[in-house]
């Protein structure tokens, strides 16, 4: 065994301690080496983190204001839709309306048809009763003008309830008294061509059932027949 006293003992343990502590310090500095690695990998690492973040968040807000924009995009479109639709509905209203009116006034035309075609029908029918009762004053005025002295006279009326062209029928021969006096009835046709006695001179109490049988008899020469006998039963009271 080698005494502790040797000499080269001395420079060994030296030598040993030295070489301990130079292994020691190089792997101190190859961990403090490996921990600035670690430190600098770990630095980028965080900084490649946070740009990745920053750049997410970036990102994001584009995002959020694209859909933001989107979203304002399709209220606005739903805004303009719906006015529209309201826009459609109002004028889907006014063509029913003008479909109704236009109903309504295909019915207005079909009725004035209608009434005309009545009215038309009227007219003819009161031509030929006019014609009928032309012929009849005819009759009438070779009866009683050529044989009993009867003129008949056309007269338009001057107040508004004989407003309208008239026949005047004037007898004379009545009175014994004076054969010249005159006798006058005054009459027209009404709208539905029947008789109308406006008046007489001088005035027959009888004279509206005379009327009423001349409406219902539609016999001209009959009523003047009668009327002059009245006009002579009168004048002989």
């Known amino acids: 065994?080698?005494?502790?006293?040797?000499?080269?003992?001395?420079?060994?343990?030296?030598?040993?301690m030295e070489e301990s502590h130079n292994k020691q310090l190089k792997t101190y500095g190859e961990i403090m080496d490996a921990t600035t690695e670690l430190c600098q990998s770990h630095r980028h690492f965080v900084k490649s983190a946070l740009d990745t973040c920053l750049k997410?968040?970036?990102?994001?807000?584009?995002?959020?204001?694209?859909?933001?924009?989107?979203?304002r995009d399709l209220e606005q479109k739903n805004a303009s839709l719906k006015e529209k639709r309201h826009d459609i509905s109002e004028v889907m209203s006014e063509i029913q309306q003008k479909e109704m009116q236009k109903d309504d006034i295909i019915q207005k035309i079909e009725k004035l048809k209608e009434e005309q075609a009545k009215r038309k029908e009227l007219i003819e029918s009161q031509n030929k009763a006019n014609?009928?009762?032309?012929?009849?004053?005819?009759?009438?005025?070779?009866?009683?003008?050529?044989?009993?002295?009867?003129?008949?006279?056309?007269?338009?009326?001057?107040?508004?309830?004989?407003?309208?062209?008239?026949?005047?029928?004037?007898?004379r021969n009545i009175?014994?008294?004076?054969?010249?006096?005159?006798?006058?009835?005054?009459m027209g046709i009404k709208e539905d061509g029947s008789y109308q006695i406006v008046s007489s001179d001088p005035a027959l109490k009888c004279l509206p059932v005379l009327e009423s049988r001349l409406q219902e008899t539609n016999n001209l020469p009959a009523f003047l027949a009668n009327v002059r006998k009245e006009f002579i039963s009168q004048a002989r009271c």
Do not use: W
């Not at 000499?7 to 030296?14: D, E, G, K, Q, W």
């Not at 995002?63 to 924009?69: A, H, R």
């Not at 009175?175 to 005054?186: I, L, N």
């Open 1 to 16: 065994m080698t005494s502790i006293t040797d000499p080269n003992m001395s420079v060994r343990f030296t030598s040993a």
């Open 56 to 71: 997410k968040c970036k990102d994001d807000e584009m995002l959020f204001e694209t859909i933001q924009t989107f979203k």
């Open 131 to 171: 014609k009928d009762r032309l012929r009849n004053l005819q009759k009438a005025r070779l009866v009683f003008q050529d044989h009993l002295g009867m003129e008949i006279r056309t007269i338009l009326g001057k107040t508004q309830l004989i407003k309208g062209e008239k026949l005047q029928f004037v007898f």
């Open 175 to 186: 009175s014994p008294s004076d054969q010249d006096s005159a006798y006058v009835v005054t």
